[in-house]
């Protein structure tokens, strides 16, 4: 026999006085097993379900692997946890390869799981995904749609079983936290019935008018201790978790221990990670509140304290700087006017005298030179323009000639004023006529002629148009004007 292994050979015979053999430690027949074990077995190949997840804070996931007739605890170290192909997940089927050990402490064995791989979803967790992808695409695990809960509730209903421990955990968390009503909805939370009582109880719950004789609750927790996943099925049954959704009711799922997850907590409102969780994450700590209201008064106390010393401080500070008497107040401002006053008369003096000077340079040099040497330069610009007028006579009587016959020529176009032997035409309202076709039978005009006008009527036929720039002139048996 070595230090490190333990070989049993046949049933053990009583020891005799003289067996001087030492015996074992249960430390030293613990790890002489647990080297047997990883010696004999090594790296092993192991396909079952995933139960019991545990995440360690220090990163270490404990599980628990299954198939119909037994079961091993199973062990994933920090470090391996992140190369995993998949994370396990309570109910699904892997395949995990590692090292079986025992853990002596314990006198169990185990395996380091190292690698892990999916084998195939069970049947139950193939249901539940199906159905999450299903909801999630109807939009019932929006954010958006989510209720917030009320900070501080007067009547807060629980669904739960009326037995056990979660109901009374509930209520003492809520009772040493918050003083309000709590409402309790009775249903079982195992079973096949389940499912159906706890929705009927949110549509009960939701149905209570504001104001009634049975109070309306503010927010309403579903609450149920840990189990196993066949055990927490009936809260992810599709009809309760679209009555979660649909409720006006703020829902707080709380149902199972922190790493349990059941449909209704996408659908709900708020997730609790545990029933007592729920019931400190809907109520204020009413100590937390009057501690607070205590603390924002003293503070408020304190703040007016030092602002009214502040401001006493302030004004003796002034008060220091002013004199004793309201006369010496004044002095200073006083002796300050009668200085002014006296430069005040000075300045008007100098003001005058510069004024003075100025209009005596002004005046030196006004003089009847000035208007001399002004009607000098006006004279003889006069003269040379005389000089230039002289030389124009015979190009103006020339310019006088021409626009002598244009104004002849002006008078004799003007239609204005008919020569002799000639009149211009008008209509009765004074307009020119100036075609033939406007005059026709009937029609009054007037003539109007160098010496005079007079009325007349267009007589005889239809004026005919002319058929070329050369026509014949009109004869009296043509028409007359009268």
């Not at 900070?151 to 809520?174: C, N």
């Not at 309403?220 to 959704?245: H, K, Y």
């Amino acid at each position: 026999m070595t230090d490190d292994s333990y070989v049993f050979e046949g049933p053990a015979e009583a020891p005799t006085p003289r067996d001087n053999n030492p015996p074992l430690s249960i430390s030293e027949l613990s790890f002489a097993l647990k080297r047997t074990l990883e010696d004999r077995f090594g790296h092993v190949r192991l396909r079952g379900e995933v139960s019991k997840v545990n995440r360690h804070a220090s990163g270490h996931v404990y599980l628990t692997l299954k198939d119909d007739k037994s079961s091993l605890d199973g062990v994933i170290w920090k470090g391996s946890v992140r190369s995993l192909g998949i994370q396990p997940e309570t109910g699904l089927e892997v395949i995990v390869t590692g090292k079986i050990t025992s853990y002596p402490a314990r006198s169990s064995y185990q395996i380091v799981i190292e690698t892990m791989e999916a084998a195939g979803a069970g049947a139950l967790l193939a249901r539940l995904e199906a159905l999450k992808v299903k909801l999630r695409d109807e939009g019932l695990f929006d954010a958006a749609r989510k209720k917030p809960l009320p900070p501080h509730p007067d009547v807060i209903g629980v669904i739960t079983s009326p037995t056990g421990a979660v109901i009374r955990d509930v209520l003492h968390r809520i009772a040493e936290r918050w003083p309000c009503r709590v409402i309790i909805w009775p249903v079982i939370v195992q079973g096949d019935a389940a499912a159906g009582q706890v929705a009927a109880a949110i549509r009960g719950f939701d149905a209570l008018p504001p104001g009634g004789p049975v109070p309306r609750p503010d927010l309403v927790i579903v609450a149920r201790g840990g189990g196993s996943v066949e055990d927490l099925w009936p809260f992810n049954d599709e009809a309760l978790a679209r009555t979660v959704a649909e409720a006006r009711i703020p829902i707080v799922s709380a149902v199972g221990h922190e790493t349990d997850t059941t449909l209704i907590d996408f659908v709900s409102d708020r997730r609790a990670p545990t029933p007592t969780g729920a019931a400190e994450m809907v109520t204020p700590v009413l100590a937390d509140l009057v501690g607070w209201v205590a603390d924002l008064s003293a503070r408020s106390v304190r703040a007016a304290g030092r602002l009214v010393e502040d401001r006493r401080t302030r004004l003796r500070a002034a008060a220091r700087g002013l004199p004793a008497r309201g006369d010496d107040l004044l002095a200073l401002p006083r002796q300050r006017l009668d200085q002014a006053s006296l430069r005040l008369a000075a300045g008007l003096e100098r003001n005058r005298a510069a004024h003075e000077r100025r209009s005596a340079a002004l005046g030196a040099r006004l003089g009847p030179h000035l208007l001399e040497r002004a009607i000098e330069r006006r004279r003889a610009r006069f003269d040379a323009v005389s000089v230039r007028l002289a030389s124009f006579p015979p190009t103006l009587d020339r310019r006088a000639e021409r626009l002598t016959a244009l104004s002849r020529a002006l008078a004799t176009l003007d239609p204005a004023r008919p020569k002799p032997g000639f009149a211009r035409v008008e209509d009765a309202d004074g307009a020119w006529l100036t075609s033939a076709s406007a005059l026709t039978p009937g029609r009054p005009v007037r003539l109007v002629m160098s010496d005079g006008a007079a009325r007349a009527t267009i007589d005889g036929d239809e004026p005919k148009r002319a058929k070329s720039s050369r026509t014949k002139p009109a004869t009296p048996e043509q028409g007359a004007l009268f």
